[in-house]
Each structure stands twice: as structure tokens, then as C-alpha cells.
């Protein structure tokens, strides 16, 4: 008898929960990250003794002030039934040859990301395997400022300072 005193009372709620539709609410925004790949072929420069590439950002991607650029190289790696499977490693990225160390970095713009072979040796002969078509996948992510980095979050008396409520801690 409870089961059905208590069935009826949850039908009876469900149903009675009905109204008018409220307002539509604002438009949502996009916060899915960008991505794109380029093939490069790096040109050598004598006096830092280094490669670089420029590669433009693309006009249908969109980058802020507060955004950050991760940048990945592909690596084929043999798979286990045979072919190979592509890989992606966040760069920077070194290598150790016998005759130094090379690194794969980068820095960027709004509008540009600059990528940089660098090494501790003359690299000139570099192994073109390191320098011809590199594939880099590019991926900007959205981020915004914080409103206040100067909070200190490790001080109670310092949150406190800030009217937080920290009764439920």
C-alpha cells in the first residue's frame, strides 16, 4: 500500500510540474580550442646559427592577448601490425645527437608563430630528417586573464580581506 501511496505521489509531481516556458538566454560562445597543421621546411641562418620557419596564424583563427599556442610535431612510430602510427610531441622537444643537443622551440604572436631549431653545435649539417617536412599541429587555446593575480590564496586572513565566504570551508 505504501509502494502505491508512493508511486501516485511521484506521478502526481511529475505532472503537476508544468508551465510556461521561460525567455531564451543569451547566446553561447565558442570555447573550443583552434587547430591547424603546417608542413615546414626550416631555412638555416649563419649568424644565430639556427633554423627557423615563420608560419602565419590562418585568418579563420581567431587568437587574444590571453590565449596560449601549444605547438606539436608529428612522429611516425611503428605500429604493431606492421605500418606506422602518427604521434604527436609537445615541443619544446630535444634531441641528442653525438654531436650535441638540438631543441625544437617556438614563440608567437597574434599573428605568427616562429619555430626554432636550436643547438649547442654548428648547424649547418644538420641531418635534413630534422630540418625537411616537419608536420607541426598548432592549437590555440582560449584563456582569459585572471581578474585579480595578485591574490594571495594561500593566506585565510588575506581571502577574508576580499569579502569571500569561506564559512563552508
Not at 654531436?99 to 649539417?125: C, K, P, Q, R, W
Not at 584563456?143 to 569579502?163: M, T
Request: overall charge negative; some cysteine; hydrophobic content about 40%.
Amino acid at each position: 500500500m505504501k509502494k502505491i501511496i508512493l508511486s501516485l505521489l511521484v506521478i502526481s509531481t511529475v505532472l503537476a510540474c508544468r508551465g510556461p516556458r521561460g525567455y531564451p538566454g543569451d547566446p553561447g560562445y565558442n570555447i573550443l580550442g583552434q587547430t591547424f597543421e603546417r608542413q615546414v621546411n626550416f631555412a638555416y641562418e649563419p649568424q644565430p646559427n639556427m633554423f627557423s620557419k615563420l608560419i602565419d596564424i590562418p585568418n579563420a583563427v581567431e587568437v587574444y592577448d590571453s590565449d596560449a599556442i601549444l605547438v606539436y610535431r608529428l612522429e611516425s612510430v611503428p605500429a604493431a601490425g606492421g605500418g606506422t602510427i602518427d604521434t604527436y610531441s609537445l615541443i619544446p622537444q630535444e634531441f641528442y645527437l653525438p654531436e650535441g643537443t638540438i631543441a625544437y622551440v617556438y614563440n608567437h604572436s597574434l599573428h605568427d608563430v616562429e619555430l626554432i631549431i636550436d643547438g649547442n653545435f654548428y648547424l649547418g649539417n644538420l641531418d635534413p630528417v630534422f630540418t625537411n617536412n616537419q608536420v607541426f599541429r598548432f592549437v590555440v587555446i582560449p584563456s582569459d586573464w585572471a581578474n585579480d593575480p595578485d591574490i594571495n590564496i594561500e593566506n585565510y586572513e588575506n581571502l577574508q580581506s576580499y569579502g569571500l565566504d569561506l564559512q563552508e570551508f
